[in-house]
């Protein structure tokens, strides 16, 4: 069986309702990264990061999965896939995607500052003063600008494996996420599905497919099907 890689971004959840990062009115616009985004900012005020998480969690809740998440799952009939993705949302794994990667956490997960040990909490907001069962206090079990990407090795093995990578939704400017395009080897075929122009487009071996996610992968994966 062929290997699949899909390596998604904020694109793939955007026709769901929620917001990317760096489109025009994207949460970078609306929020600066060092105040809600980074270990410093948890310092300085661990109430409005925890606010800023609290919300997103509300709205990756309201949302639900869209066509271009649920198109994955017909390519498990003859592929087998696995899914890498930059989101916290849990849109993959709601649409039935049984193998998914979260590179930057998981927003429906709560984590200890000290032990790391992390907890499914669904839509419970976690606020300031509430501790683990050994007293520390929890954060979102999101990765924060600066911070290790404990996945980043397991995404690049799986990369190294694949034969076809399907990049989607991502403008890949976050590092280290961004290079996993460079672990697949030569005769990896590369798609990369996007209505903006990403860095990838101009390399060799890539197909850019100028589509929106729930055009783009839906006729993408008949192709593939029809084709192996
Ligand atoms: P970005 O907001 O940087 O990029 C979103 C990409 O999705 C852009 O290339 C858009 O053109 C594309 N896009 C928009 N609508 C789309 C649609 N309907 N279908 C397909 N593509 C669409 O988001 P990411 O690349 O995911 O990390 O951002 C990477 C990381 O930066 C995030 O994981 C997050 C963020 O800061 C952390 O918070 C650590």
Known sequence: MQHVVIFSGAGISAESGLKTFRDSD???ENYKITEVAT???????PKLVLEFYNMRRK?????KPNTAHLAILELEKKFKVQVVT?????????AGSRNVLHLHGEILKARSTKTHLTYLINGHE?????L?????QLRPDVVWFGE?????DKAEKLC????ILIVIGTSLNVYPAANLVDCVNNNCKIYLIDPSEVPLWKRKNVTHIKQKASEGLPALIKELLEKF
């Open 86 to 94: 930059q989101n916290i949302d849990d849109l993959h794994e709601r």
């Open 148 to 152: 290790h990407v404990p996945n980043m």
């Open 132 to 136: 683990c069962e050994n007293g520390h």
């Open 26 to 28: 994207g949460l970078w």
């Open 160 to 163: 190294e494996k694949a034969d």
């Open 59 to 63: 709205q990756v809740l309201d949302a």
């Open 126 to 130: 976690i606020k300031p003063g509430e």
């Open 39 to 45: 270990p410093e900012a948890w310092d300085k005020d």
